[in-house]
């Protein structure tokens, strides 16, 4: 079955940045799209981003665009979120999730797998 294990997540400064990582397993997912979703405490979850595998197409969010950045390896079947110039409302459990098809999903309702998310937490 279709498994996403994110990792890399940490504490950093405010300016500072991170790579995190999702790694995906149980199908071949060059016709998926990637997405990034995170949820701070006491908050619904949000889009960050997103990649089709396919071709690399990415769309983001306003409050990263310019500052994260989301890219795939296809011999690691593996894709990364890079953050930079982290501010301390970038705080938030970040998941990597999954859609079959083509369409650059926004919503929470346009993947069909989750990961079980890894905390980034940006201090001040």
């Known amino acids: 079955q279709v498994q996403l294990v994110e990792s890399g997540g940490g504490l950093v400064q405010t300016g500072g940045s991170l790579r995190v990582s999702c790694a995906v397993s149980?199908?071949?997912?060059?016709?998926?799209?990637m997405g990034w979703f995170r949820q701070a405490a006491g908050k619904e979850r949000e889009f960050v981003g997103a990649?089709?595998?396919?071709?690399?197409?990415?769309r983001y969010a306003d409050s990263v665009k310019g500052r994260f950045s989301i890219s795939r390896d296809n011999a690691k079947n593996t894709v990364y979120l890079q953050t930079n110039s982290l501010k301390p409302e970038d705080t938030a459990l970040y998941y990597c999730?999954?859609?079959?098809?083509?369409?650059?999903?926004?919503?929470?309702?346009?993947?069909?797998?989750w990961g079980q998310g890894t905390q980034v937490t940006v201090s001040s």
């Open positions: 999730a999954a859609a079959r098809g083509w369409v650059v999903a926004t919503r929470e309702t346009g993947y069909d797998y």
């Open positions: 149980g199908d071949t997912f060059s016709s998926y799209v």
């Open positions: 990649i089709r595998w396919s071709d690399g197409y990415t």
